[in-house]
Structures are given as C-alpha cells and as structure tokens.
C-alpha cells in the first residue's frame, strides 16, 4: 500500500505542476483524485492515507490536503468518519461527462448531494454554496458608480507622464494623499516620500523577505496564529520563522528579547488574525523596545484595521516608532482583492533598499489605478465607503451573534469587536467533526487548525467564520447552515 | 589621486543605495557628483576619473556613468573635451537653494547653458529639453476617452468575482480576446489557456529567468545589440548570457548548436533592438531547428511588432512552433508603459511552470485594467489606435530621413522599416563627440555603444534616436537640434 501510495503521489505531483495560485495546488489536488477514482485507480473503500501523510508525499502543505480531502467529502467522492478515516465513497464509478447537458451527466458522483453540494462551475468543479472562509469583503458592494467618477476624473487630470514609466515608489499623487489618510484614519506617521506602493500585502511582504535576507536577516518571529500563505512566502526567501506564542494580552512580545537571531516580527497588532485580538498596550511597548534595542524592525501587517465597531480603531503600531516600523496596509480588505493596491510605510533608512527591492521585478502598477484611487480618497468617496461597509459588516456581525446564541448557546463567539471575522469556539477535539459536517452542508469554513503556527501546540478548537463573504441573497442560508454544524449540547 | 576617488567612490556608492529605478542610479550618481562639487569636494579644472574607472569603483554599468557624465555636462557642472577628458566647469560654486524662488535662485552652475539645457524640475534635477531616447511611444497620444469609455463597459459587465483574487494567468475575458487578437495582428498560435498576463515585458522576463533557473539552465544567448536591463535582470537570475553575432542578415542563429550550455536564446526577431533590421527568414528557421534540437526555447521579445511602416508586419517567431517559443508581448509600446500589462504566450508544456513562478509573487496586475483592455480590444478601438499611430509615427520617421538628408548628407539613417527608433550612422570613433555635442544641445540621445554586448566588438558608431517621444509642440525643435549634432561633412 505504501508503495502504491508513493507512485500515485507521483503521478499527482505532475498534475500539480498546472497549479500555483492561492488555491491553485487544492484545486489540482481535488482534480488528481477525482481522476484517479474516475479511472478506477482508486476503487471504492479504499482508505487514503492521511493528510499528514500524503502531503509529505506530495511535498505540500498539510493543510492543503486536508481542505482537498474536506471538499471532496463535500462533493460526495469521499467520505469521512471518525475512527475510520477518509475512503471512496461507496457508489459505482460515476460517469464521465460527454458534453454539456448531455446524457452523461456532470462529472462527479451521482445522486449524492450534488444539489446540496452546490453550485457546478463551467470546469466541472464543484463550489460550495456557501463561503464564510474568512479574508475576502463583500465583493457585490464594491462601488462601482463612484469608482468610476474617480476614474474620469484620473483620466481627465492625468499628466502626460502618468502613462510613461514612473517612479518605483508609485505616483506622487496618490501617495500624497494616502500620506494624509493614514495620518488621519490609522495614527500612522506617514509622508509621502516614505509610502512605497505595492500590488498588495503579498508583494509589500515578499518585498521585506528580499530586504531582510539581504540585509543578513536570518529569522523572522512570526504570531502562533496567521496565515501560512504568508509563512511560505518568506520560508522561500530563506528565512526560518519562529513562533512567539499567545495569550490573552495577545502575541507574547516580551518574548523576543530572548529569542536571538530574530531580526524581524511580523504583527497583526491592531486585529490579530484570525483570533481577533487587539495587541494589549504593554505588549506594543515591548515590540518596539525590543526592536529599539536589537535593530530589529516590526513588520505590521494592518489588513483592515478600519474595521472596528465597538469603539475607536486601535492606531497602528507604527506610530510609536516610524524608524522601527514597516507598516503594510492594502485596499483588498476596505474595497477588492482585484485592484491589487497596497502600500507600504517604511523607515526612512530602508526606502532606499525597499526601493531596489522592487526596482528589481518592475513592479510598479498600473498608474492609472493609483491616480483612480488617490482621485477616490481625495474625494472622500473611500471614508464613505468605508463607513458604509462598517455599518454592513457590524450588522452581519450582530446578526451571526444572535443566531448562534439561539441555536447554539454553548458556543463561545470571540475576536468580535473588530474585522470582518469572528472565532466560533468549540469543544476540545470537535474541530474535525465540525469541518466534515460543514463540508456536508456546502458550508465552506475554516478551522482554527488551519492557521495555527506548527510549533505552537493545539490550545483551543474553533471555526473561523468570514462573514463579510456571501452576498446578501445567501447570507441567511450560510447562517443556518452554520448553525446545524455547531454542537447544540 | 588614486586614493582620494577610492574614497569618493565608497561615498557616493552609499548614496547610490536611494537609488533602484530604470533611471535611479544615475539620477543618485549625478545627484553625488553635484554635492560634490557644491560641497567644494571636487573643485573647478578637477579631472574626474574615466567612465570605465568609476564604474568599476562603484560597481555599476559603465554607461551609468557616462549618461550621468554626459547629462551633467548639459547641465554645465562638468565639461568635456576630446583629449582632456572630463573635468568640473571652471566657475564659482554654484549657490545653494535658499528656497523655491528665493535670492539663492535654482540649484546648479549660473549662466552656463541653463535655460538652453532645459526645463528643471521641483526636485532642483535639469531635464534635456528634448528627449530622443528610444523605448518610450508618444505618451500625448494616449487614448484617454476611448480607454474611459472602456473602463465604462469594463465595470458595468464585470462579475462580482472580478474584484476578488482571481487566476493567476489574469482575466479569462481578456486572454480570449488576446488570444484572437494575436493570432490575427502577429500570427501568434494562441489559446486562452496557454496566455499569462504580465505587468510588462520585464515582468515575463523575469518569470522566465525564474523558470529556467529552476530547470538547472545556466546559459541565455542573448543579441549583440540590446538592453542592459533586461541583460541584468537575467544576470540576477543567475544565468550567463554569452552574445550572438550580427550582420546583415541579423542575429546569427546559426552558431546557436555551437553554443554548448544554452538552454534558451532572448531574441527581437520582427525588428532588432535597437538595429532595426528583421531576422532573415532562414535565420528564423535555423533558431527553431536549434530549439527542437537541443530542446532549447526561444524567448521572443515582439515588443512593438505593429509598427511596421513599408510592408506587411513580420509576424512571430512564435507561430513556426509555439512549443519551442515564449511569446512575449506588451501594450508599452503600443498604448502606454503606465499601464503595466503585458503578456506571454508559453509552451503548453510550460503553463504550470510559469504560473508558479507568478504565484510565488502575487503578481496578478488589476483585475479591472484587464478588463478595460478586454473591451478595448474588442470593441475596434485597439486596431484604430494602432493604425493612427503608425501614421503618425511614419510621418515623423519621413521627417527624420528628410531632415538629415538635408542637413547631414553623408549619415546614413538605418532601421526606419518599422518601430519607433532610427539609427543615424556615424563615422567611426564621433560617437562620443556627437553626444556630447547633444547633450549640450539639451538632447537626451543614446550612442549605438549603449546597447552593445560587452562581448562584442564595436563595428558602426551611431545615435539610436526615438522619434515617438516628443510631444508635437518639441519635434521640430528636436529634429533642428539633432541636425546640429551630425557631422556636415
């Protein structure tokens, strides 16, 4: 069995190599094994081995399997039970698809909970009816009309130059007035010629990770909860990234006097993703002490710190020390992923090689987009939006609140006060119950496992729920799907 | 002597490190040498080191040094003469800045050649009055209510999912539409699947370097004549790049089998950069047959295929085997470089490899000015856009022919078959004499030298001249100007 497992882990690795974006790996995993139980490789009730397993096969994340695995269960080729692992699902092979709409079918199984299961794209995949995955804003309510009023206006006023090569800061317009905004919306000490534009947090952190490493930065301390995009992104520019762990007050800063060969933290201190937190005051104090005292810098990675419902937005770490402070903001969370505009605001003894960082991949963006939203902020068409949208997602927020208080009292809802996120807490060891029942219900959802740093140990069971994500249409649907996956006892 | 440039050198390379744009570095150089000599550091009659000693202090590409020597002589800090080399002008300091329109007046050298070196800038920096340089199309032609009216379209009919993150080869709806364009503008074979949106030609030449850095290619043959960024960007990868020889049939690919060790060859086969001249069509094929032979791949960079004055464009390389070829296209030339959008047509074999490299840096470019292009491209307008400007850049390259023809008799004008430079041959050994004559003219021009690989031989002297450039207001005053610099007899 093990060899066997080896040599489809083979074959699967060629077929990952078409993958590559964000979900890019997941989705051409999802497609090596559907192929795979199509042709019959795979029979019916069959256990696979365990993510852990396959994905050191593959070489790929952990995660990344088991999110495969889940949709595939979702989808109904799998099936998952406790004790029992995951095996093919127990039906005939289904059908291949011989055409749109014709007798053969869709591609996949047969009968069992396709309607459920969701939408069927143009590619035959199947997606989820409902996406409460947390990190994307309402995408239906981006502002179209006013976007292109201050689009007009761009093209209108543009000079000439605009549309030639520009400086590798980005334009001076929008960066003068994104200066001004983040001054005034998030405490950040900003001037113009210190904000480097960026094509999102993304490209502002791999821009840092060629910094740093050529700086002769070795580690980076990163928080026990994140991202593992992120983690990635600098594994690959050759850093090794430990853990600071997490308590109440938040990322255990003080900490980092002790760890040595750090030269960098990356911090979500005004919301901590996805737990929710706000980094408590003595523990901003001790990141920039500590980074005062080493040279080291704090990365702060500020995904939408305008979010806040309950009282003031907590200013941005980078006020206390501009000189020790990368600040990285971005318009995916406050408008769309799709515009790719981020920026980033550093010290002023780094601008020089940020600057050369970027030189170096011509990535400059489309000026015309940096002119549309300076023209957009200047306007105070952003404020507005921003305000609107708060307003939506508090709503949203409260509406979540108050469903799970009905139908699932014991469930503990945290990381509240800000974002366009929250934690559902769960009982110890009901995670994985809790993400295969989601699965079956077309609820796409993820557990806190997920973002769990993989030194930190296992302290809490939880689903983190995105609940800026569906359209309005479905967003009463995806609440009462969430609700029967949550344990009511 | 030796030891006090050693010294200034390592000043001025610390400097230097604010710099990392196209055009940083030597903007940095020139901004050192001008404190240098304001601080009194490099004194009035000093002889500065040549161009090749700097650079090679500093470490930067010697044509850094001579543009910034070059350009400082246009703006009356440094004087140069043939047989006494380059030296600091005789006369006093120059003030400093007292403020924007005090008594201390501008920044730089008092009445030598100010107001005829040119319009000076917020930042106290002298432009040429008239820029010749080649590479950049007429920016005050950029369709500004065509492209509103698109972007129009673009945001009404744009998915919900448009504003989220999205595939990393960029928007289905303008790969498709590409595709059909590049099929019939350039006889590109293009399929959708097989097209990834870049932000530029730099863009996919650096995804590319990645590529065969990850395929153990150590060796890129690249043309005799051409850009030293794009040569440094693949250097940065890694990669050698060893020069192919010239003549009047173009590269000469038939020495590609003798070339051990390359694994791909960079090459502007519809019209060399900057020579002008189209590669014979047997020189097509003996690049293809190489390719298939070695299993080598041919990078072809058809920057601005659609100009092509006397005859039917030469269509791609590509078409002769689109499994051998990468194409790579771009609206820099066409529309604008502001817009950043470029694109690859790559071997089917490929696609993996190449989104890959593209996730690792998030780089998708915006979904909305994908979109925009989409339907600029599907609506007519982007054939209009292009049929005008090669009128008008025609017109211009006919001006030019006649211009010198007139004044300049004996200098041969080469290359005018397509594009949007020129090469005015010189007699050997005027090249520097020429530009020199130029930048005092206040014209930004660039000697054929610029573009010559450092493993080739010098054999024609030469200015490259761009004539799209200008603005309509600027042309006849920089035709005059050029004429003042060819030799009459």
């Given at each position: 069995?093990?060899?066997?497992?080896?040599?489809?882990?083979?074959?699967?690795?060629?077929?990952l190599?078409?993958a590559?974006?964000?979900t890019?790996l997941r989705?051409?995993l999802?497609?090596?094994?559907?192929?795979?139980?199509?042709?019959?490789?795979?029979?019916?009730?069959?256990?696979?081995?365990?993510s852990?397993?396959?994905a050191?096969?593959l070489?790929i994340a952990r995660n990344t399997v088991a999110d495969a695995?889940?949709?595939?269960?979702?989808?109904?080729?799998?099936?998952?039970?406790?004790?029992?692992?995951?095996?093919?699902?127990?039906?005939?092979?289904?059908?291949?698809?011989?055409?749109?709409?014709?007798?053969?079918?869709?591609?996949?199984?047969?009968?069992?909970?396709?309607?459920?299961?969701?939408?069927?794209?143009?590619?035959?995949?199947?997606?989820?009816?409902?996406?409460?995955?947390?990190?994307?804003?309402?995408?239906?309510?981006?502002?179209?009309?006013?976007?292109?009023?201050?689009?007009?206006?761009?093209?209108?006023?543009?000079?000439?130059?605009?549309?030639?090569?520009?400086?590798?800061?980005?334009?001076?317009?929008?960066?003068?007035?994104?200066?001004?905004?983040?001054?005034?919306?998030?405490?950040?000490?900003?001037?113009?010629?210190?904000?480097?534009?960026?094509?999102?947090?993304?490209?502002?952190?791999?821009?840092?990770?060629?910094?740093?490493?050529?700086?002769?930065?070795?580690?980076?301390?990163?928080?026990?909860?994140?991202?593992d995009?992120?983690?990635?992104?600098?594994?690959?520019?050759?850093?090794?990234?430990?853990?600071?762990?997490?308590?109440?007050?938040?990322?255990?800063?003080?900490?980092?006097?002790?760890?040595?060969?750090?030269?960098?933290?990356?911090?979500?201190?005004?919301?901590?993703?996805?737990?929710?937190?706000?980094?408590?005051?003595?523990?901003?104090?001790?990141?920039?002490?500590?980074?005062?005292?080493?040279?080291?810098?704090?990365?702060?990675?500020?995904?939408?710190?305008?979010?806040?419902?309950?009282?003031?937005?907590?200013?941005?770490?980078?006020?206390?020390?501009?000189?020790?402070?990368?600040?990285?903001?971005?318009?995916?969370?406050?408008?769309?992923?799709?515009?790719?505009?981020?920026?980033?605001?550093?010290?002023?003894?780094?601008?020089?090689?940020?600057?050369?960082?970027?030189?170096?991949?011509?990535?400059?963006?489309?000026?015309?987009?940096?002119?549309?939203?300076?023209?957009?902020?200047?306007?105070?068409?952003?404020?507005?939006?921003?305000?609107?949208?708060?307003?939506?997602?508090?709503?949203?927020?409260?509406?979540?609140?108050?469903?799970?208080?009905?139908?699932?009292?014991?469930?503990?809802?945290?990381?509240?006060?800000?974002?366009?996120?929250?934690?559902?807490?769960?009982?110890?060891?009901?995670?994985?119950?809790?993400?295969?029942?989601?699965?079956?219900?077309?609820?796409?959802?993820?557990?806190?496992?997920?973002?769990?740093?993989?030194?930190?140990?296992?302290?809490?069971?939880?689903?983190?729920?995105?609940?800026?994500?569906?359209?309005?249409?479905?967003?009463?649907?995806?609440?009462?799907?969430?609700?029967?996956?949550?344990?009511?006892?």
């Amino acid at each position: 069995m093990a060899d066997e497992w080896a040599t489809f882990g083979a074959d699967l690795h060629l077929d990952l190599r078409g993958a590559g974006a964000r979900t890019g790996l997941r989705a051409a995993l999802m497609d090596a094994l559907r192929e795979a139980v199509r042709g019959g490789r795979l029979a019916a009730g069959v256990r696979l081995p365990s993510s852990r397993t396959l994905a050191a096969d593959l070489g790929i994340a952990r995660n990344t399997v088991a999110d495969a695995y889940a949709e595939l269960v979702a989808e109904g080729w799998l099936t998952a039970r406790q004790g029992s692992g995951t095996r093919v699902a127990q039906r005939s092979v289904p059908r291949r698809r011989t055409g749109s709409g014709g007798p053969g079918g869709p591609v996949g199984p047969a009968g069992s909970g396709g309607a459920r299961a969701g939408a069927r794209s143009r590619t035959g995949r199947t997606t989820p009816t409902y996406d409460l995955k947390p990190g994307m804003p309402d995408l239906a309510s981006f502002p179209r009309a006013e976007w292109l009023k201050a689009s007009r206006r761009a093209l209108t006023a543009a000079p000439h130059d605009a549309f030639g090569y520009g400086d590798p800061r980005g334009r001076i317009e929008l960066r003068t007035v994104l200066a001004e905004y983040l001054a005034r919306a998030r405490g950040v000490y900003a001037r113009p010629e210190r904000i480097v534009l960026c094509a999102g947090f993304v490209h502002g952190l791999s821009l840092m990770g060629q910094v740093l490493r050529a700086r002769r930065v070795r580690e980076v301390a990163v928080e026990a909860y994140g991202l593992d995009e992120h983690w990635r992104l600098l594994t690959r520019s050759g850093l090794r990234l430990p853990a600071l762990p997490y308590d109440d007050l938040g990322t255990r800063t003080e900490g980092l006097p002790g760890m040595k060969g750090v030269g960098a933290v990356l911090m979500t201190a005004a919301h901590q993703f996805p737990l929710g937190g706000a980094l408590h005051p003595d523990r901003r104090v001790a990141a920039i002490d500590w980074a005062r005292s080493s040279g080291g810098l704090v990365l702060e990675d500020d995904y939408d710190g305008e979010f806040r419902y309950d009282r003031q937005p907590v200013g941005a770490l980078q006020g206390l020390d501009p000189e020790r402070v990368v600040y990285l903001g971005t318009s995916s969370k406050s408008l769309a992923p799709g515009l790719r505009l981020g920026w980033m605001v550093v010290p002023e003894s780094l601008v020089g090689e940020v600057v050369e960082a970027k030189g170096h991949m011509d990535w400059s963006g489309s000026a015309l987009d940096q002119l549309t939203f300076a023209e957009f902020l200047a306007s105070g068409a952003y404020d507005r939006h921003v305000r609107a949208m708060r307003l939506r997602y508090r709503r949203r927020r409260d509406e979540l609140v108050a469903a799970v208080a009905a139908h699932a009292p014991r469930t503990r809802v945290s990381g509240i006060a800000a974002g366009l996120h929250a934690v559902l807490e769960l009982p110890a060891g009901q995670e994985p119950e809790a993400l295969r029942s989601a699965a079956w219900q077309g609820l796409a959802v993820r557990g806190l496992s997920h973002f769990r740093h993989p030194d930190t140990a296992p302290a809490q069971d939880g689903l983190v729920v995105g609940y800026a994500t569906p359209p309005d249409s479905a967003w009463s649907g995806a609440l009462a799907a969430l609700c029967r996956v949550l344990p009511t006892t």
